[in-house]
DNA sequence: TTCCTATATTCAAACGTTTGAATTGGTTGC
DNA sequence: GCAACCAATTCAAACGTTTGAATATAGGAA
């Protein structure tokens, strides 16, 4: 076992081993164009060696040397919450086949901790950034950082095309409208809504779609039944914000039949407060969620909800970015892009028919 | 805006525009010793052209020349596992204060990706491994390949301290005593008990402390309530291998009075299918977990469970690599490590006192 | 023989850093 | 006035690759 003094084997262990020089071992074991013109019996040697000694090409010298680091960066903004998995998951499927690297990176919603990655992605010269966005952070840095050093960006929840950022986003709107559409449709007429945070900017289009949806259906949104969560900085998730909402809902005098959560997270929280409050769900109070999460999958009842394509959306932006590097590799300049990924209502059991036309009220 | 051909600012570049070599401008900006030496002026001119200039300096240049990558690979099993993250945000608030990068890897439960990434770690020269395991993968490689580069390992979920590779694990023999002892002074004696699957080694220790533990309270288990999981090889996380269990446990003519799953994705599969035969939790069947983990927490009831130290584990697991590291840069070679993180007993909604000394029994 | 082509291999420079050793001037000590 | 020192800076080699150009060897055609 030759070992130099880095503890790593190099070319040049293995060209002494062989009797040859560093630039045939390279060319074989990285199966350079050349390697065709290198005699089948050095191939074999400068193989079999490179295996006996366990040798492992150095990435770094390799990247500094081809000015390739073949790695793209996914920075989430928390990886705790259960929406980022299946795009996380989305993205690196996309990546594998072209073995790109995901350089993943959790800031756990914290700024300091985002801005310390975004300075790494510079550093470790990451050939495209795919940014899971939230609320935590302005596009700042971004935009000034990375996207002058000509790095493809996708930001995937946001919009920031006028910033020249291609941008994949939910259509928040159409969601919104499929689940009040939803619980309208099953009768209820009493309708809670908990709206996202402010700072969110789904929040907005969501609640417009449900406004809308509401005067399709000829609905009229009591707005003493309208809450709106507070901005959730902690890891509550939304969580904390639907339990707290939904007790001030009980608490208050207006009867609901149905709760229209911003999202599943939210939903399990209005769930564990209707039943505090012994109302049970959905024979007592339908529930409708939003994202379609892994703890919304299991909990029972199985929460209804408007799914999100997230593996998808990350798989399309994994292409994305990787056409966009040949793109620029080619010289030419790509177009920026924008894409509304289309939800889809998913019944499960928090939902169900209204009972009668609202005489089953709101006290415990 | 001075561009190089690699697209990146360089050193060189600061120093042509400083009118100064590429070493003086290295030793400012990387603070070396020597930096004392420079003159405020040129110290000050220096940093603001690179400030100017928007430098970052390339990580593959330093590591390469440095020999150190500040990267300490972090190889779990399956991200989508809620089980996951909480570790690895542990480690990654271990790794922070040393400005390690970790390096996130996600095998999502395929053999190939897991010796994939594997080969990336040697070629990444990560400094030190921590691997998030599960029965997918022999530890053949593990061994092999990387061991033998010298890289200091921690596994979390296995003991491997005769391979001599540092082990941390939860106590599951306590664990499972916990979990049956809290349902024994509920008063529950028919306790229907969901085996892991065979695979998992956290499987066998776990049935032993629930042995141990029914022995110890005098009851008796009835070989007709155990049934055990199937090797879950697809992402259904025990959820589904719950439910089915618990369907052919209500299918049987025994009676219980109270479920202890394997863990928590089969406690929620437990209270899927109780519902569906009609049975609510805890009235009519108590039901406990293991892990604690986020759709546990959020679902009503919240489930009873053994909570494991997951933050903790992965702080724990950050520092002792680190700790390695530096040992072994001293030359020194430091002993194997063992440790068995204790569980703690979480009571949350899920489980009751039994009702009257097991009147209520199994039919819907 | 000489020139040509093809095959097999090597040279040497480059990628962007870091760093021990060397080089400048400019003071100071005696 | 010369050695000796200091501060400020630079040289040059090295980290481990890759790769365009160069070289060497051989077989064949002229």
Chains 1, 2 share one sequence.
Not at 184 to 197: C, F, V
Not at 210 to 236: C, F, K, M
Request: include cysteine; aromatic fraction near 4%.
């Amino acid at each position: 076992m030759v070992q130099r003094r880095s503890g790593h084997v190099t070319l040049l262990d293995i060209a002494r081993a062989c009797g040859c020089s560093v630039s045939t071992v390279s060319i074989v074991l990285s199966e350079a164009p050349l390697s065709k013109n290198v005699a089948a019996a050095t191939r074999e040697r400068v193989r079999e060696m490179a295996r006996h000694l366990g040798y492992h090409p150095d990435a770094y010298a390799r990247s500094l040397r081809r000015r390739r680091s073949q790695t793209i960066a996914v920075l989430a903004y928390d990886l705790s919450d259960p929406f980022c998995i299946p795009l996380v998951q989305g993205i690196q499927s996309g990546l594998k086949p072209a073995s790109y690297l995901p350089l993943l990176m959790d800031a756990q919603t914290k700024r300091k901790l985002f801005d310390n990655y975004l300075r790494m992605i510079l550093e470790r010269r990451a050939e495209a950034v795919i940014v899971i966005a939230s609320w935590i952070f302005e596009e700042t840095n971004l935009l000034a950082d990375i996207e002058k050093n000509k790095v493809p960006i996708v930001i995937i929840g946001r919009d920031l095309t006028e910033k020249k950022i291609n941008s994949m986003l939910i259509d928040n709107q159409a969601g919104g409208a499929m689940a009040f559409t939803h619980l309208a449709t099953m009768g209820h007429r009493r309708i809670a809504i908990i709206r996202g945070p402010e700072e969110l900017l789904d929040s907005a289009p969501r609640w417009k779609g449900v406004q809308q949806a509401a005067a399709q259906a000829g609905v009229v949104i009591d707005e003493r039944l309208v809450l709106q969560l507070p901005s959730l900085t902690d890891s509550a998730f939304g969580f904390e914000g639907g339990l707290r909402a939904a007790r001030k809902l009980l608490a208050g005098k207006q009867s609901f039949t149905a709760v229209l959560a911003f999202d599943d997270m939210t939903a399990l929280g209005v769930i564990r407060a209707l039943s505090e409050a012994g109302r049970r769900v959905p024979e007592d109070c339908s529930v409708i969620g939003f994202d379609d999460v892994l703890p919304a999958r299991v909990a029972t009842p199985g929460i209804t909800t408007v799914h999100q394509p997230l593996h998808e959306m990350g798989l399309q932006a994994a292409t994305w970015v990787m056409e966009e590097i040949k793109v620029r590799q080619a010289g030419t300049q790509g177009r920026v892009r924008l894409e509304y990924a289309q939800p889809e209502l998913l019944v499960r059991a928090s939902t169900t028919r209204a009972a009668e036309d609202g005489k089953r009220q709101s006290q415990a």
